[in-house]
C-alpha cells in the first residue's frame, strides 16, 4: 500500500482532534491547510463582489474567479472556461439543468435515472418527469451492476441521469455502456460527478457526456461551492433557471436579455473566496494524483474487508475493489454500529444516505458506512475492528 505518512499534517482538523478516525470521507473531504488558507487570504486581501467593480480589489477578484473556471476547465478536460457554471454544490447543479430542460420534455417522453442514484440525481428529474406528464424508468441494480440498460434507455429517451461512483457502495456504473446506448437513441447524459471527482478524476471530453457536476467539499474544498459543466451547445440553448443581478445583458420593461454562457447561469453574487480555494484544492489533488488517491483508499478498503468477511455476523454489501464498505450486523441497527464507532471517536455514517432507491433494492432501511481517504491509515483499520468487536459483544448481549 502506498502510504502517506505526513499527510495527516496538512489537515489541520487532526492536530485540533488528535485521536478523530475520520471515515465519514464520501459525505464530506477534511480540507487541507491550503485551502483553508485560501479563504482566509481571499477575505483578508482581496474581498470584494465578482463581475460588478472597475477598482484594483474588483479586479482581482474577477481574475480569480475566471482563473478558477479555467483551472476547473483544464482538470475536467473541458474545451473552454465558458462550460463551467458555479453552483453552490451538486445538487443545485441537478436542479438547474433540470429546470432548464423542462421545455425540451414533452408528455410521453421518458426520463431514466439509475436505482444507484443519491436523490440529488433522482429527485429533480422526478419532478422532471412529474412536471411535464413523461415517463420515468429506473435502471435496476442487481448482482452488483445496472441491468437492462438497453431495454430500458429506447427511442422516447430524452434524459439519462447516471452517478461515477455510488456513495454507498463506491461502484462504478457501466458508464460506457449507457453512453454507447444513450448516444443511440439521442438522449442527453448527466454524470453526478460528486463521489468520482476526487478518486477517479473527471475526463468529459473522453467519456463524452452531455452534463457533470460535482461539489467541491468532498474533493478537499470548501462547502457552498460546486460546478456544472456543459456542452457549450446545450448550455447556449438552455434558458436561465434564476433570474437577477449579474446575469442580465439588456432589461427594458418587459423585454430581457440574458449574458452569455456562463454568466446567464450565476445569478446573484457568487462565491469568489469558494472558487480561490477550489484552485487550491485542484492543486491538492493534482499533487498527488487522483490515481493515487483512489489506490490508496481501496487498498485499505480492501484490507478491512478481508476482516469483515471473516465475522459472520456482518453482511458485506458491494464488493471489493471500490472505496466505501457498506455493511449491516446482525441485531443491531447500523445508527447503533455508529453511535458505538463514535464513543470511540470514530466518524462514520449510518442511514439510508439519501439513497432509498438503492436501500429498497438492496432490501434495507439503513446500512453503516465507512468511506475512506487520502489521510486515513492502516493503524486507523485496527480501531475500526476493535470497534466492531465492541458491536459484536454488545448484540451477544442482546436476549
Ligand atoms: C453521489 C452523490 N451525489 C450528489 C450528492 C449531493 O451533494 P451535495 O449535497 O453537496 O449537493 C452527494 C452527497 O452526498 C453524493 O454522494
Known amino acids: 500500500m502506498q502510504e502517506f505518512k505526513n499527510i495527516k499534517s496538512s489537515f489541520p482538523i487532526f492536530s485540533n482532534n488528535p485521536e478523530l478516525v475520520f471515515l465519514d470521507n464520501a459525505s464530506t473531504s477534511q480540507k487541507p491547510q491550503m485551502v483553508i488558507d485560501a479563504i482566509n487570504e481571499y477575505y483578508t486581501k482581496y474581498n470584494s463582489n465578482v463581475g460588478r467593480g472597475v477598482y484594483k480589489l ?7 474567479y475566471q482563473s478558477g473556471r479555467e483551472k476547473i476547465a483544464s482538470f475536467i478536460n473541458a474545451n473552454s472556461a465558458n462550460e463551467i457554471v458555479f453552483v453552490k454544490n451538486g445538487t443545485e447543479a441537478a436542479n438547474l439543468v433540470s429546470y432548464s430542460m423542462s421545455g425540451k420534455i414533452a408528455s410521453g417522453d421518458k426520463i431514466v435515472v439509475t436505482e444507484l442514484e443519491h436523490h440529488s440525481n433522482y429527485l429533480p ?5 412529474k412536471r411535464k406528464q413523461a415517463q420515468f424508468e429506473v435502471i435496476p441494480f442487481k448482482n452488483n451492476q ?8 429506447n427511442e422516447k429517451t430524452k434524459i439519462v441521469a447516471v452517478t461515477q461512483m455510488s456513495n454507498v457502495l463506491g461502484i462504478q456504473p457501466q458508464l460506457q455502456e449507457i453512453m454507447a446506448r444513450a448516444r443511440d437513441v439521442g438522449a442527453v447524459v448527466i454524470l453526478d460527478a460528486v463521489q468520482g471527482i476526487a478518486q477517479k478524476g473527471l475526463d468529459v471530453k473522453a467519456m463524452d457526456v452531455d452534463f457533470a457536476f460535482v461539489s467541491v467539499h ?6 457552498g461551492i460546486g460546478f456544472l459543466y456543459g456542452k457549450s451547445e446545450l448550455l447556449e440553448n438552455m434558458p436561465a433557471f434564476m433570474t437577477g443581478g449579474g446575469m442580465i445583458k439588456e432589461l427594458n420593461e418587459l423585454n430581457t436579455e440574458w449574458l452569455e454562457v456562463p454568466n446567464k447561469f450565476e445569478a446573484g453574487t457568487p462565491n469568489p473566496a469558494g472558487v480561490y480555494a477550489t484552485i487550491k484544492a485542484i492543486d491538492f489533488i493534482e499533487e498527488i494524483g487522483t490515481e493515487n488517491i483512489y489506490k490508496h483508499n481501496v487498498s485499505l478498503a480492501n484490507a478491512l474487508r478481508e476482516k469483515l468477511a471473516k465475522i459472520s455476523q456482518i453482511r458485506l454489501l458491494g464488493k471489493a475493489d ?19 464507532f463514535a464513543n470511540n ?6 442511514g439510508h444516505h439519501c439513497s432509498k432507491p438503492l436501500m429498497n433494492a438492496l432490501d434495507l432501511n439503513a446500512t ?3 468511506s475512506f481517504q487520502i489521510y486515513n491509515n492502516e493503524k486507523e483499520l485496527e480501531k475500526v475492528l476493535e470497534s466492531i468487536n465492541e ?9
Open 58 to 64: 474588483a479586479e482581482i477578484t474577477d481574475n480569480l
Open 125 to 129: 428529474w422526478l419532478e422532471l418527469a
Open 146 to 153: 445496472l441491468s437492462e440498460i438497453d431495454q430500458i434507455i
Open 218 to 223: 468532498k474533493m478537499f474544498g470548501p462547502m
Open 322 to 340: 471500490t472505496s466505501i464498505i457498506s455493511f449491516t450486523i446482525d441485531r443491531i441497527h447500523p445508527h447503533d454500529i455508529a453511535s458505538i
Open 345 to 350: 471517536e470514530i466518524s462514520i455514517r449510518a
Open 368 to 370: 453503516a458506512r465507512i
Open 391 to 399: 458491536v459484536i459483544k454488545w448484540t451477544s448481549l442482546l436476549k
